[in-house]
């Protein structure tokens, strides 16, 4: 079966500091991987998706970015965060092959917290 | 674009009474729909979905029934418990290629003993 870990589980962080949050999916190949970002009180917002190692795509122009180094494993990074970066940060995954038509199944996510 | 609109929250129930939690849909083509929920401190996790219209998304004795006359899809539950308590999510899939899931603002559900 597949699984889809997320780490670390609660991060708090300076203003201005670097981020870097993983997400690796277990049990599939080539999967479709997402990071959305859900602010306190609102909706889940799409921020980057990828269909193959390497290939990003930026859904909002934002001061964070993302990348897949291998065919499982997707980060999300900044390189100087801003108060507004605050969140919950969900990774998910789909069946390869099926951008918009399929599940996407979630991780357990990380709580952002930028002092 | 596509888009969907879910009731606000939050929802107050007793245990055991019948829950209804409204979702429309605005889309071109023929989407799939979806409802998620979250529980307190954890990602979202998959509750039903529905592929075509008149299609009825069921699980843990919840469902929703995917209607395009009145491009809606209602998720209910005739018996609700303490453990119901959550944020749901209501959701379809985009119109254009390399789009992903477009989600409501989520519902947050309350039930008390």
């Known amino acids: 079966s597949q699984t889809i870990h997320q780490w670390p589980a609660t991060l708090v962080q300076p203003v201005g500091s670097p981020l870097s949050l993983e997400c690796t999916v277990e049990g599939t190949s080539n999967p479709n991987l997402y990071w959305y970002r859900q602010a306190a009180g609102r909706g889940l917002q799409l921020l980057f998706y990828?269909?193959?190692?390497?290939?990003i795509s930026s859904e909002v122009p934002q001061n964070l970015s993302a990348s897949r180094p291998q065919d499982r494993q997707f980060i999300l990074s900044s390189k100087k965060l801003l108060l507004s970066d605050s969140g919950f940060y969900l990774c998910?995954?789909?069946?390869?092959?099926?951008?918009?038509?399929?599940?996407?199944?979630f991780g357990p996510g990380t709580r952002l917290t930028v002092l | 674009g596509n888009s969907v609109t879910q009731m606000e929250g939050p929802v107050t129930l007793s245990e055991e009474a019948f829950l209804t939690i409204n979702c429309t849909y605005t889309?071109?083509?023929?989407?799939?729909l979806f409802w998620y929920v979250q529980y307190p401190g954890e990602g979202l996790q998959l509750l039903l979905k529905a592929t075509k219209a008149d299609d009825k998304g069921s699980n843990k004795g919840f469902e929703a029934t995917y209607r395009k006359e009145t491009t809606s899809f209602h998720l209910e539950k005739g018996s609700v418990q303490v453990s119901d308590s959550a944020v749901y999510f209501c959701a379809l899939t985009g119109n254009q290629a390399g789009t992903a899931l477009i989600f409501g603002k989520g519902t947050t559900l309350s039930v008390s003993s």
């Open positions: 889309a071109t083509g023929y989407p799939s």
């Open positions: 990828s269909v193959g190692i390497g290939q």
């Open positions: 998910a995954w789909s069946v390869p092959g099926l951008i918009n038509t399929d599940t996407q199944y």
